[in-house]
C-alpha cells in the first residue's frame, strides 16, 4: 500500500484509513477509475471517490491480528469507558459536521437525527455495557444445569468475542448514524470494524473516521475505513468474520450467495428495503388526537431525510372511508410546514435527495407504481420550485430536489403497492375494510423493519399488534397518551432492536446487549464446578471455598471469588416468630393461627417468615465493624425451598461469587452467594447479596 497525507491535503479524494494510516490510491490508478461525488443542491462536484490498488488482504489481516489482540487487552467495562470519551470529542465537533453533511442535502433537524443519533447510540453502549456487563471479557447466559447428581459435572453457556472483523457495509442515508449504530456493539464485544461506507455520502464518514483518529482514543486496528469498492472483500473473509449490510434487497442477496457466506460460513446480517406500514385504527376518525398524531407521523416520515430511510411509512393503511380525509390533512400539513431547497437556506425544513442518480431511482418507481394502479392524489414529478443556498427560489436542475407525494390505489391489493418502494418523500394511502383486512394487507409488505397502529381503543391495539408482529422487527402503538413523548415511527433507538424479518433482511441491529452478543460465540461449556469457575471468573456451587478471615474484613485488592464465612446455628421460637408478625405486620395466618397452618399442605404448622430468615441471616454472617463493605444495596434470586418451623435452627453460608471493580471509582460490587441450612444440613433458603466494597 501506498502511504499519503491525511484527508484534509488531498480534498479532492476521499482517503481510506487502513493499517493505521491515511491511504489514497496511487494517482494513475485514479484516472477514469474515480468516481465524482457531488453536493445534492448545486450539482457541483466535491470529491472523487477511488480504492484501486487498496490491499484488502493486509487490510482483514491487520484487523485479525492488531485489532484483536489490542481491544483483546481491554474489559467490557473499559471499551465502554472509551466509548464514552469518543462520543464526548464528537459532541465537540458537531458544528463541522452539521456544514459537511449539509452538501448531501441534509437539514439541520436531519443532522440532528444522523449526526446527534449516532454520538447518542455511543453514549447509551457506554451506559448499558457498564450496568448490563460484566468488568471482564466473558459474559455467562443463563443458569449453571447441573449434569450429575453429586453436582460435581455442570454445565452452562458462555459468550466469548468472535476472533474476526466485523465488516460494516453501510447506505448513502446515514453516514454518520448508520457507522456508529454498527460499530458500538462491535467494539464493545471487542471485535475490529472495517467500515464500507456507500460513496455518495462516504466524505461525511470520512471526515468522523478522521476525528476518531485524531481523539487518539481507539486502540490500534479497531477502526479501518475503505472509501470507494471493495468488490472483493468477501473473498478475504471465513467463518471468523462477520457482515452486517444496509442498502438494497438486490445487493444483499447478490452478497448472501458469495461462496464464502454459503460454504465458508461469514455470519452475515442485512438490513434492507422495507415496506413500512402505518395503521390508523377504526376508532381514529378525524379529529381526534390519534388521527393527528397520525398525520404528523405521516409528514415527518415523509419528509425527514427526504423520505430517505429505511424506516419510513410506505405504506399508509386507513379505514376505506377516511383515505380522503388522510390525503386531505398531510396535503395540508405539508403545505403549511415543509419548504424545500438547500438545506444552508434559512427556512428549508427538507433538502435534496441525496444524488442525482437517486433521484432517478425514485421517479423511475413512481413511475411503475402509477403504471401498476396508483394515482398521484398529491405532489408532482416534476422538478419543484425550491429555495437556493443564496436565499433565491427557483427550479435547480442540478440538485436532486423532488416534492413530496402521495398516492391512493383503487386496488388495494395491486403488487405494486406492496413490493416497490420509492426511496424518497413518497407514501401510499390504501383503504381496508375492517381490522383483519388492515393486518393482511400489512402482512402483504413481505417482513418490514416498523409499523406504526394509531388507536386509542385497547382492543383493537391488542388485535392489531398480535396480528403484524411477526411481520415487523418493531411496532409503535401511538396514542393521546405518547403522541409528546414517543421517539416516532422512524426512529430506531439502541435500547432496542433494529431489523425486520422477511424483505427486511432478517437483522437485529442495535437492540442493547443483543447487538454486542450478536458480535460473540456462544458456547456450552461442561466441567467440574473449580474447572468452569476459573473459565468464568463466577463461583460455582460446589467449588472451593476459602474460610479464614471474615471476607467482609477484605478490599476489592484481596477479596478472591470463593472467600467465604458460615456461621453458628440460631434456634427460632414461636416467640420470635409472634414478635416479628407483630411488628411487621404480616400476620399472615401461617405465622400465626396453628391449625390453619397445619392444614396448608405446604407447612406442617406454624412457620417462620421467609424474611425473619433473611433477616437473621444478615445478622449471622455480618461484620458489623466499619471495614472494607460500604454498603448492602439489594438481594437476586431469593427462594425460599423448604419451611423453618418453631424450633428448627437456621446457619447461613456467605460465599464471594462474583467481583466486579468500576474502572472510574474507589469501590466495585460484590454479588455474594447465600445458603441457608437448617440443623439437617437441609437448604431451606438460597439467594444473592449485592454489596458495595471499597477497592
Not at 491535503?9 to 490508478?29: G, I, K, M, N, Y
Not at 377516511?322 to 390525503?327: A, I, Y
Not at 413511475?367 to 427550479?395: F, K, Q
Request: charged share 20%; net charge negative; hydrophobic share 40%.
Amino acid at each position: 500500500m501506498t502511504s499519503t497525507l491525511a484527508p484534509e491535503t488531498t480534498s479532492e479524494l476521499v482517503s481510506s484509513f487502513v493499517r493505521d494510516q491515511w491511504w489514497t490510491p496511487e494517482l494513475s490508478a485514479v484516472a477514469g477509475h474515480a468516481t465524482a461525488v457531488r453536493d445534492a443542491s448545486t450539482g457541483e462536484v466535491l470529491f472523487q471517490v477511488c480504492s484501486d490498488g487498496l490491499d484488502l488482504t493486509s487490510v482483514v489481516d491487520y484487523g485479525r491480528t492488531v485489532g484483536q489482540q489490542e481491544l483483546g487487552k481491554l474489559t467490557f467495562h473499559q471499551r465502554a469507558l472509551k466509548l464514552k470519551e469518543l462520543a464526548q470529542y464528537l459532541n465537540g465537533h458537531r458544528e463541522e459536521l452539521y456544514e459537511l453533511s449539509f452538501s448531501t442535502g441534509a437539514t439541520k433537524i436531519d443532522n440532528m437525527v444522523d449526526i446527534d443519533g449516532g454520538i447518542g447510540v455511543l453514549f447509551t453502549y457506554s451506559s448499558k455495557g457498564r450496568r448490563e456487563l460484566p468488568n471482564a471479557q466473558i459474559v455467562v447466559d443463563g443458569p449453571t444445569e447441573v449434569l450429575s447428581k453429586d453436582g460435581s459435572f455442570i454445565g452452562e453457556h458462555i459468550h466469548t468475542r468472535i476472533p474476526g472483523v466485523a465488516v460494516q457495509i453501510n447506505a448513502f442515508n446515514f453516514p454518520v448514524w448508520g457507522m456508529l449504530e454498527k460499530f458500538a456493539p462491535a467494539f464493545i464485544a471487542g471485535v475490529p470494524s472495517i467500515v464500507k461506507p456507500a460513496t455518495p455520502t462516504g466524505y461525511v464518514t470520512a471526515a468522523v473516521v478522521k476525528l476518531i483518529i485524531e481523539s487518539n482514543i481507539l486502540p490500534a486496528g479497531s477502526l479501518q475505513l475503505i472509501s470507494g469498492s471493495a468488490r472483493t472483500l468477501l473473498d478475504e473473509l471465513d467463518y471468523r468474520d462477520l457482515v452486517s449490510f444496509t442498502g438494497s434487497a438486490s445487493t444483499a442477496f447478490l452478497l448472501k450467495s458469495h461462496d464464502n457466506v454459503v460454504h465458508g460460513g461469514i455470519r452475515f446480517t442485512s438490513e434492507t428495503d422495507s415496506l413500512n406500514a402505518a395503521i390508523l385504527g377504526p376508532d381514529a376518525v378525524p379529529g381526534t388526537p390519534e388521527f393527528e398524531g397520525f398525520v404528523k407521523s405521516l409528514v415527518t416520515e415523509m419528509t425527514v431525510k427526504a423520505g430517505q430511510k429505511c424506516t419510513s411509512i410506505r405504506r399508509t393503511i386507513v379505514p376505506r372511508a377516511w383515505v380522503d380525509d388522510v390525503v386531505a390533512s398531510a396535503k395540508a400539513r405539508i403545505e403549511q410546514r415543509v419548504v424545500i431547497g438547500d438545506p444552508r437556506a434559512e427556512g428549508v425544513t427538507m433538502g435534496a435527495l441525496a444524488s442525482l442518480e437517486q433521484l432517478a431511482d425514485v421517479r423511475a418507481a413512481v413511475e411503475a407504481m402509477v403504471d401498476g394502479g396508483g394515482e398521484i392524489a398529491y405532489g408532482s414529478l416534476d422538478a419543484p420550485v425550491v429555495i437556493r443556498g443564496d436565499g433565491s427560489s427557483g427550479v435547480v436542475e442540478s440538485g436532486a430536489f423532488m416534492s413530496p407525494l402521495l398516492l391512493t390505489w383503487a386496488d388495494p391489493d395491486a403488487p405494486e403497492v406492496h413490493s416497490l418502494e420509492a426511496f424518497g418523500p413518497v407514501s401510499s394511502v390504501i383503504g381496508y375494510d375492517d381490522v383483519a383486512d388492515a393486518i393482511r394487507l400489512a402482512a402483504l409488505g413481505s417482513g418490514s423493519l416498523v409499523a406504526t397502529v394509531a388507536t386509542n381503543d385497547a382492543e383493537v391495539a391488542r388485535e392489531l399488534v398480535t396480528g403484524i408482529a411477526a411481520h415487523h422487527g418493531r411496532v409503535l402503538v401511538l396514542n393521546r397518551e405518547d403522541a409528546r413523548t414517543s421517539t416516532g415511527h422512524g426512529s430506531p433507538v439502541p435500547q432496542l432492536v433494529h431489523g425486520g424479518p422477511g424483505r427486511a433482511g432478517g437483522g437485529e441491529e442495535l437492540g442493547g446487549m443483543r447487538s454486542v452478543l450478536h458480535h460473540m460465540q456462544r458456547t456450552a461449556i461442561q466441567g467440574s464446578p473449580n474447572m468452569l469457575t476459573a473459565v468464568t471468573g463466577i463461583w460455582h456451587t460446589g467449588a472451593d471455598q476459602h474460610f479464614g478471615e471474615h471476607p467482609f474484613r477484605k478490599p476489592l485488592a484481596t477479596l478472591r471469588v470463593g472467600d467465604a464465612v458460615t456461621s453458628d446455628l440460631r434456634q427460632v421460637t414461636l416467640a420470635d416468630i409472634t414478635a416479628f408478625a407483630n411488628s411487621t405486620g404480616d400476620t399472615f395466618y401461617a405465622h400465626t393461627n396453628e391449625e390453619a397452618a397445619a392444614a396448608n399442605p405446604f407447612f406442617p404448622g406454624i412457620v417462620a417468615h421467609g424474611y425473619l430468615l433473611l433477616s437473621w441471616a444478615a445478622g449471622l454472617f455480618v461484620s458489623p465493624e466499619p471495614g472494607p463493605v460500604l454498603a448492602n444495596y439489594g438481594l437476586e434470586t431469593a427462594r425460599f425451598i423448604k419451611p423453618v418451623a418453631a424450633g428448627d435452627s437456621i446457619r447461613v453460608t456467605l460465599t464471594a461469587k462474583k467481583i466486579t471493580a468500576r474502572e472510574t471509582e474507589e469501590h466495585g460490587e460484590v454479588c455474594w452467594d447465600a445458603v441457608l441450612h437448617n440443623q439437617d444440613d437441609e437448604i431451606v433458603a438460597t439467594y444473592d447479596v449485592l454489596t458495595l466494597v471499597e477497592k
